[in-house]
Structures are given as structure tokens and as C-alpha cells.
């Protein structure tokens, strides 16, 4: 074992501080856990040895290995008592003075050669190293709770932080079976960076009124494959932990608009309507169980009636495959017969301007999302704009569920759902790369690992085309008029030559 891992101190006895020594020991540390709190090591050791016995009963480990653990966990009353320790390994609270302060004290205590890291997850690692004599042997090493569940460790550099510091608590993160990605130090790292696209143009897309929180979430898990829609998500977390993160990026990047925060958030987190713990957030909870309301059901129609495509649609021989294939009566003409449904599947632009610039009849006119239709697709977007018919709506829901497939049906949007929420997801990654922050693999495997996505961004966007992608944002800068859309150039320049997302320059 490296000197520098074989005797680590961890300061903080809280759900992270816990978490982070029970992996050090286990990886064949032995640690020092000090807290102000006498108490809180006292229950942070208990806390660990029972989880441990744990690993025991189920037959993880054996017994002289558990009594090897428990030995190896050591509660130190002082900081002084840390000076032999090679590295330390902060997880107090997020306060800039309060750790300044710490490490300040550090620097005084343990040897020169000894590394000094801090678990932040949102301030910023150059700041706290400021006053520092040494603060080349200063890094972050953020971790994410539950620590021994959640795999993923940055490892972050700031301003002056040494590479080879950076390569020691790689090296230990893999010690400790994690997966270790480095980062530079900027607002949010990779994954609180990388996951603001989720949940503020959800919240956008509430906003302006084009579906609902549940017919959202629903949509984002069938479509993509997301475990949890982000409303599901952010009652999970609660608003006042993720509405304030949302803020904190947002004003770090100097009122950034693609991190923009939303109203909605402000207004329910002043209503203490924050989720799950408090019972009422995005969703009503009755003993713990989220009150969802039920979906729309399909429309009984008595005869459908033919069916026109675009030929500018997406994906149009796919959708004319899928209309044939569902039973519908197709009509091949240059434009559509009075009778007919009218479906257009634009990417990024709403279905208003596509009717309006086709000359197409909007009363008769649908629009449906194909950027990410195929079968392992569990549900079809429709979206009507202000001037469809009922029957016509209907005639198209009813169509489209033939096959046992769920269909949503929302109001006109650019982009409809999927395909804003994605490319703004897809367009915030590759913007990180664009800047240097982590490499496009690191990348992929921070946001798969911590937040739990079904792809990394960078894969996402490969699977439904670097160009679909940015045909959508450049629609989407249009339609809207904000620069919250405007392509990345690192993602309009590989997106403009189709080149995989994931491609690393020489």
C-alpha cells in the first residue's frame, strides 16, 4: 500500500464522513475519524461496525475480517492527533470560511508531504486552497451519498493543485472499488455540472403549459429510460437541497441561461412543498406512496381516417412503416385530401410553424416526436397545436395505441418533450468538454455512475445523432428566442461533420 493511503485521517463523522472511512478501511487504510462532536464519532463508529456485522451475517466477509475492520477504525479526540497521517480527507460543512479554516489549521499540524483534500461538492476547491502555504498538495476528492453505494468519485484539481496529487487519490479511489473521474475545478465539477439540463427544462416545459408534472415524467422514463421522471426526482432529493443547487450554478456561471432556475421551484420551496419528507411536493404522498394521476384513456373512435405524412418528417420512412403497420389507410398525394389526418414529426420546431410553413390545414394537422421511436420505445408523443380538431386528436391517439404502445398527447412545444430535455441535456455535456473540465469519457461515466442516467450525455447523443441533436437546438433557438438553446460550438462542429460525441481529439 502507498504511504500516503496506509494511515488517512477522515474529519467530519456525518452520513458522508462515515461513509468515506468505512470505504478507507475496507480499501486497508487505517483511519483516524475526528469531529468536533466526541458524540458523533462515538455514533459514526457504531454506525460503521454495524455495518460491517452486517456484511458478516450475509457472509461478505468472515469474522476475523470484520474484527480486522473494526481494528483498522480508530475515533481521534483532536487534530493533533492527525499528524502522522498522510492524507486527510475533509467532509464538514459547506461553509468557504469554515474549511479555509480547518486547512489552514491542517497545514500546521501534518507533515509537508501529507495530501489534504476536501469532499465539497460545491464550492470551489482553488478558493478553499487560497491561503494555503502548499496548496499544490491541495485537491478535491468528492464523494456521493449513499458513499458506499454510489461508485463514482471526482477527483478535482484546482488552480495550483499538483498532478501527481490528483494521480495519488485516483489511484486510492480505485483502491477502495470506486470508479475514480478527474475534473478541473469549476462550478458543480462533472456531475452537478452535467445534471442541470434534467430538471430546469422539465420545469420550462411545466411553465409553458404543455403537460403536466406526472405526463412528463412519464414520457422521460418511456421514451429515454430514465429510472425516475425529474419531478420524481427532485421530490426525492426535495427542493430545499435541489432548488438551491439549481441557483448556486446558475449565479457561479454568471447567469449562464442554459442553467437558468425556474419560479416554479422558488415559489413551492417558499411553500415548504419540498417533496417526499414533506409530504406534498410536485406529487401528493400518502404513506410514503406519490398520489399519481391516472392517464388519459384511449379514445374510442369508430373508423380512422386516412392518414397523410409530411415528407419533410423525421424519420418519415419509419413513420410510414409504423402508420402501415398500425392499419391506417395512407395517402400518397403531394398534399393531403380534406378527410385527411395530417401528421408532420418536426425536430425542435413546434408543430404551429410546421403546419403554417407547409401550408397544411392546422386543424387537421398532428405532430409526433420519432427521434427516439423504436421498439424498445415504450411510449409515443403527440402534440396538437392550438387549432386541431377533437376528432382529429383523438382519431391520432387511438391510431397510435393500436399496437399496445402508451401514447401522451400534450400541447404544441417545440421540441415536444423528449427532444428539448435531451438536447439540452446532451448540449450542457458537451459544453463541459468543450471546456476542458473532464474528458468526454470521464464524462459519460460521472453522469452514469452518479446519476444513475441510462446512458452518459455523450452516448445519449450518439444513439439519436450528433446532427438530430443539433438540428433540434438550432430549432429550438428559433422558435424560442433564447440563447439557453444555442448549440456548443464543441457540438455544433461534430454534429455539422456527424462525428461521434465521444471521439477524443489528438
Known amino acids: 500500500m502507498h504511504k500516503q493511503t496506509s494511515l488517512i485521517a477522515v474529519i467530519g463523522a456525518g452520513a458522508m464522513g462515515r461513509g468515506i472511512a468505512q470505504l478507507a478501511a475496507q480499501a486497508g487504510s487505517v483511519v483516524r475519524l ?18 460491517w456485522d452486517k456484511m458478516q451475517d450475509k457472509g461478505r466477509i468472515d469474522a476475523a475480517q470484520c474484527a480486522a475492520l473494526k481494528e483498522r477504525l480508530l475515533p481521534a479526540d483532536s487534530l493533533e492527533a492527525l499528524a502522522d497521517c498522510a492524507l486527510v480527507i475533509e467532509a464538514i460543512v459547506e461553509q468557504l470560511d469554515v474549511k479555509r479554516e480547518l486547512f489552514a489549521r491542517l497545514e500546521q499540524i501534518v507533515a509537508q508531504d501529507a495530501v489534504l483534500a476536501t469532499n465539497t461538492s460545491s464550492l470551489s476547491v482553488t478558493a478553499i486552497a487560497a491561503g494555503l502555504t502548499h496548496p499544490e498538495r491541495f485537491a478535491g476528492l468528492h464523494f456521493f451519498n449513499p458513499v458506499p453505494l454510489m461508485k463514482v468519485v471526482e477527483v478535482i484539481a484546482g488552480l495550483r493543485t499538483s498532478a501527481a496529487v490528483c494521480d495519488t487519490l485516483h489511484a486510492y479511489v480505485g483502491q477502495m472499488g470506486h470508479t475514480a ?3 478541473q475545478d469549476t462550478p458543480g465539477f462533472i456531475v452537478n455540472h452535467a445534471g442541470r439540463g434534467y430538471g430546469t427544462e422539465a420545469l420550462r416545459i411545466v411553465g409553458e403549459s404543455v403537460a403536466d408534472f406526472a405526463t412528463i415524467d412519464r414520457i422521460l422514463r418511456d421514451q429515454i429510460g430514465f429510472k425516475l421522471g425529474p419531478f420524481e426526482l427532485m421530490d426525492l432529493t426535495a427542493l430545499d437541497v435541489s432548488h438551491p443547487v439549481m441557483e448556486s450554478i446558475y449565479h457561479q456561471y ?19 412543498m419540498l417533496g417526499r419528507k414533506s409530504g406534498q411536493g410536485f406529487y401528493a404522498y400518502v404513506d410514503g406512496a406519490a398520489d399519481v394521476p391516472p392517464e388519459a384513456p384511449i379514445p374510442q373512435v369508430q373508423g380512422l381516417p386516412p392518414v397523410w405524412v409530411s415528407p419533410r418528417a423525421a424519420r418519415r420512412a419509419e413513420l410510414l412503416q409504423l402508420v402501415k403497420d398500425l392499419g391506417a389507410a395512407i395517402e400518397t398525394g403531394a398534399s393531403p385530401s380534406p378527410e385527411a389526418l395530417t401528421l408532420v414529426a418536426p425536430l425542435g420546431f413546434d408543430v404551429t410553424t410546421v403546419a403554417v410553413v407547409e401550408r397544411l390545414d392546422p386543424a387537421r394537422t398532428i405532430g409526433i416526436d420519432m427521434l427516439a421511436e423504436d421498439a424498445s420505445t415504450r411510449r409515443r408523443v403527440l402534440a396538437t397545436n392550438p387549432a386541431t380538431r377533437s376528432d382529429m386528436r383523438n382519431a391520432a391517439h387511438a391510431l397510435f395505441a393500436r399496437d399496445g404502445k402508451a401514447v401522451s398527447v400534450i400541447r404544441d412545444s417545440g421540441g415536444f418533450v423528449t427532444q428539448r430535455v435531451v438536447a439540452t441535456i446532451i448540449n450542457i455535456a458537451a459544453d463541459i468538454c468543450q471546456q476542458g473540465i473532464c474528458s468526454p469519457r470521464d464524462l459519460d461515466t460521472a453522469v452514469t455512475l452518479g446519476l444513475g442516467y441510462p446512458q452518459g450525455p455523450l452516448a445519449l447523443g ?45
Do not use: K, M
Not at 475526528?34 to 454495524?50: L, W, Y
Not at 447567469?255 to 422558488?266: C, F, G, L, Q
Open 34 to 51: 475526528f469531529d468536533n462532536s466526541t458524540d458523533a464519532v462515538r455514533a459514526a463508529c457504531t454506525s460503521v461496525h454495524a455495518q
Open 181 to 183: 473521474v478527474r475534473a
Open 254 to 272: 454568471y447567469e449562464e441561461p442554459r442553467y437558468r432556475p425556474s419560479v416554479i421551484t422558488a415559489q413551492r420551496l417558499a411553500g415548504g
Open 462 to 506: 450518439d444513439r439519436l445523432g450528433p446532427t438530430n441533436v443539433l438540428e433540434v437546438l438550432f430549432n429550438l433557438q428559433t422558435v424560442y428566442g433564447d440563447t439557453r438553446y444555442r448549440p456548443s460550438p464543441w457540438l455544433r462542429r461534430r454534429g455539422a461533420i456527424g462525428l461521434s460525441l465521444l471521439h477524443t481529439e489528438d
